[in-house]
Structure formats: C-alpha cells, structure tokens
C-alpha cells in the first residue's frame, strides 16, 4: 500500500508553489509533464507504455497519481517496478502545485521524467500551473471528435495532444480533420496518434521523442 498524500487546498498561493516546483526541477534536473484528460481517456495505459519505452532508452520516470480517492493506479505502477506516489484530493477536480511539491519530495528523483497525472476533468485542471515543463493531453477518440471545440480552455493550454485508442477510430466515427480543425482555431499543439492494445503499441515512440526532446533541453 503506497503513501497517500491528502491535498488540502490553500487558495491564493499557487503561483508562489509553481515558481518553487520549477526551481527545484530545474536543480534535480527533473523534466515535469502534467498528464490530462478526461476519466476513461487512456491516460494510465498510455503513461505505462510511455515509461517503459522511457526506462528501455535508460531514461528514469516516476509518477505522481492525481485521483479523488483509491490508489489503484499507483499500485500498478509500483507493481510494474515503477516509482509512484498517490495524491487523493477528496472530492477536489484538479491537483495544484502545493500538493504536488508534496508528492514530488516523497520520490526522491533527480535526472530523470516525472509524469503527473492530473484528476480526470477536462476543465479544472487547465487552471492551475503545477511548475511542470510540458503540459499534454490525452483525448480518446471515444470522447468525440468535438472536444476542441467545447473544452477551449484545455485545448489552447497544451504543448501536445495525445489521441488515444485510435485502434478505435472507425469504430467510433472519428473525424480527424475536424478534431484537427478545431484545435487548430487555439492552438498549434503537436499531435500524436497512439494505440495500446494485446497486440502491440502504436505512437508510443514518437510520444517518448517528444519527451526526450524536452528533457535535454533542462
């Protein structure tokens, strides 16, 4: 059983708790990228593939598990021998810097790639600055080909979009020209195709170039 931390909202000072994160990323040299997307997106399948390409080029990554309550995702990862610390936020929809700095002390981690995946919500999250270096979201094509449009604050937030389950993608009616469109309108985000099935993985590589990319440049 992981150590849970309990966030307790301190309103007013997350800016103050973002500046510190990054000072402190920047002296470990540590990558930070904040991981959102609705519940269901693929976001915990996703980042598994995604640390295991990382662990095969010798990059370290950690976890930080953003949830209401539980700790299901983190004893997946610890399990699959990945670091990992669980935030259980009791009914708030997003995690802030406060509490990620808290989680972040717990790992121990320096040179290395901590994923932190944010509370399942497509709106919350995009307000609040964690001090991370790379904002991405992870978007299933189950969700629909409209969130763009309907999420505005979210989609002109993000580095990257990671669109998941595309194995799914004529199944679902998926319009990727007009996902693309839409996106476009806020933002010029990079955007990377990704399947993980029984039968392999699909994208994970480019996604973990992008990661790499970033974190050479710390």
């Not at 059983?1 to 510190?20: F, H």
């Not at 470990?28 to 990228?33: G, W």
């Not at 989680?103 to 320096?110: A, I, S, V």
């Not at 669109?163 to 933002?187: I, P, Q, S």
């Amino acid at each position: 059983m992981p150590e849970i931390v309990i966030m307790k909202e301190i309103k007013g000072r997350n800016e103050e708790y973002a500046k510190s994160n990054r000072e402190k990323l920047a002296g470990d040299h540590v990558l930070m990228v904040n991981v959102m997307g609705a519940p269901g997106s693929g976001k915990t399948t996703f980042l598994k593939a995604l640390c295991t390409e990382l662990k095969d080029r010798g990059i370290e990554t950690a976890v930080i598990e953003g949830d209401l309550y539980s700790s299901i995702d983190t004893d997946d990862f610890i399990a699959d021998g990945f670091k990992s610390v669980q935030i259980n936020t009791e009914g708030e929809c997003h995690i802030d810097a406060n509490v990620v700095r808290q989680g972040y002390d717990r790992l121990g981690m320096t040179d290395g790639v901590v994923f932190v995946e944010n509370v399942g919500n497509l709106i919350c999250p995009a307000e609040f600055d964690l001090g991370e270096g790379l904002k991405i979201i992870a978007a299933s094509v189950t969700e629909g080909d409209d969130k763009p449009y309907k999420y505005v604050p979210m989609y002109s937030y993000v580095d990257a979009v990671i669109l998941t389950k595309c194995d799914l993608k004529e199944a679902v009616g998926f319009d990727t020209e007009y996902f693309t469109r839409g996106l476009r309108a806020l933002n010029e985000a990079l955007v990377i195709e990704t399947a993980v099935t029984s039968a392999g993985t699909s994208g994970i590589g480019e996604a973990a170039d992008l990661i790499v990319k970033h974190y050479k440049e710390i």
